[in-house]
């Protein structure tokens, strides 16, 4: 079956310092997301991604984040200075199309920023 | 704009007892609703989703929800609770229409069941 493969699993790093997250969505979809939780907290909606153009974002979603799809496959959020605050597992979801179809999870990366 | 709420962070209940999870949404145009179950160490799988439809929806593993709108509700059910069930469940509501559809999540009720 095929599935959303986030990488790495648990990304431990200093503030102040740039990651990169990386997703693989299912091959034929079209609509990207990043999802965030943290510990304890609702998952939360960051961006979306389309036809290589963030289709939508969050307030969360600020100049400290960047998304990319460098190559087709890959799917990245780039976080470029990270804070304490950032620390939280995040999700990658991919949809066929923008209907009713659902949103398919990724396993998560747990970023913790210390 | 859109909202979910779930009533009861935890929930507890026997093995072979009713699971009743209960969610409640506020959106300004028709929505699509799901749930969504999270197992620990692990990412969201879909349990059953509502797109305009039937009302009343089967999904896996026996759960079933049934969206009455005049309640704005989707509230989740399980005849009988099995000791794997334990996990925390979230409702989620997505516009039915607009461009990127995103999900905006309940905060989750954790499941215990009980031998």
């Known amino acids: 079956e095929p599935e959303v493969t986030q990488t790495p699993s648990h990304q431990v790093t200093q503030m102040g310092q740039e990651v990169i997250l990386r997703c693989v969505p299912i091959?034929?979809?079209?609509?990207f997301y990043w999802y965030r939780q943290i510990l304890g907290q609702k998952v939360e909606f960051l961006v979306s991604f389309y036809n290589n153009e963030i289709s939508e974002k969050s307030e969360i979603f600020d100049d400290q984040f960047s998304v990319e799809r460098p190559d087709g496959s890959n799917f990245t959020l780039k976080i470029r200075s990270t804070k304490l605050e950032d620390s939280a597992m995040y999700f990658c979801?991919?949809?066929?199309?923008?209907?009713?179809?659902?949103?398919?999870f990724g396993q998560g990366t747990r970023l913790t920023v210390v | 704009a859109q909202s979910v709420t779930q009533l009861g962070s935890h929930v507890s209940v026997s093995e072979g007892a009713l699971v009743l999870l209960r969610c409640n949404y506020s959106s300004s145009v028709p929505p699509y609703l799901f749930w969504y179950v999270q197992y620990p160490n692990q990412g969201l799988q879909l349990l059953l989703k509502y797109t305009s439809a039937a009302t009343l929806v089967k999904g896996i593993n026996d759960f079933e929800a049934e969206f009455k709108k005049s309640e704005t509700s989707f509230h989740l059910t399980k005849p009988s609770a099995h000791m794997s069930d334990a996990a925390e469940y979230f409702c989620?509501?997505?516009?039915?229409?607009?461009?990127?559809?995103?999900?905006?999540f309940g905060s989750g009720t954790q499941l215990t069941v009980l031998p």
């Open positions: 989620a509501v997505s516009p039915s229409s607009g461009s990127a559809r995103q999900l905006t």
């Open positions: 091959s034929n979809h079209l609509y």
């Open positions: 979801a991919s949809k066929v199309d923008r209907g009713g179809t659902e949103a398919f």
